[in-house]
């Protein structure tokens, strides 16, 4: 139910929003809402700089959605989003700590992904309709290719975060967003101003320091 939810308002949120403004801040929120609430339900205990390392990280990766009131876009994909990010923190914090009382990281995620289906196909449908279904076997391909593709991403994840502190894992996952602003300049042609490359330093500086603490 959680992974639905999750699913459901990044569509809305989309349909609100640009990618370069929505996904920063649902997924820049999320590590923020895991170190916070985690401190106080999970056993893990982080480091005086993993904790600044992740609090930095999360202000670079909001920072890339800055300009959502300066670019004219629906203030409504706020709401949107930072309910995609208490989804996002949630799940994190349950299969995390789920895939540890499992013991298999990798059989969790499947049964995690499978059982998700139930739940979002028909949601899917009721919101959209017979058209989100493929008509053809390329869509059927395209679809089971980012299936597997989206169940190696996740186990890994997973995976980490019984070798890790949740908070942590949750943190360095975010640093995708980084490289999506690289790939969108270099092969996009995307315009990277002075407050991307702020954010993008940030975003870097977080992870340096989470991974200094562990040395």
Not at 24 to 51: H, K, N, T, Y
Not at 75 to 86: F, H, K, S
Not at 159 to 179: C, D, G, H, K, N
């Amino acid at each position: 139910l959680v992974h639905t939810s999750y699913q459901i308002f990044l569509a809305w949120a989309y349909e609100k929003g640009d990618l370069s403004r929505v996904y920063p801040i649902a997924r820049g929120s999320a590590p923020l809402m895991v170190l916070v609430v985690g401190s106080v339900l999970l056993p893990d205990r982080l480091a005086p700089l993993e904790a600044t390392g992740i609090v930095v990280l999360g202000a670079g990766i909001l920072g890339m959605a800055a300009g959502v009131f300066r670019s004219g876009e629906s203030i409504a994909l706020l709401p949107l989003a930072l309910a995609t990010a208490v989804a996002t923190a949630t799940y994190s914090m349950v299969d995390g700590t789920g895939a540890r009382v499992d013991g298999d990281a990798l059989a969790y995620v499947g049964w995690l992904l499978a059982l998700a289906t139930v739940f979002y196909a028909p949601a899917a449908i009721w919101m959209r309709g017979t058209a989100v279904i493929p008509r053809g076997a390329k869509g059927w391909l395209w679809g089971m290719g980012a299936g597997a593709a989206s169940w190696a991403a996740y186990a890994t994840v997973v995976w980490a975060m019984t070798q890790a502190p949740i908070a942590l894992v949750a943190a360095l996952r975010e640093t995708s967003i980084l490289f999506a602003v690289l790939l969108g300049w270099l092969l996009f042609g995307d315009r990277m101003t002075r407050g991307k490359w702020l954010s993008a330093g940030l975003i870097l500086l977080g992870v340096l320091l989470t991974r200094l603490a562990a040395v």
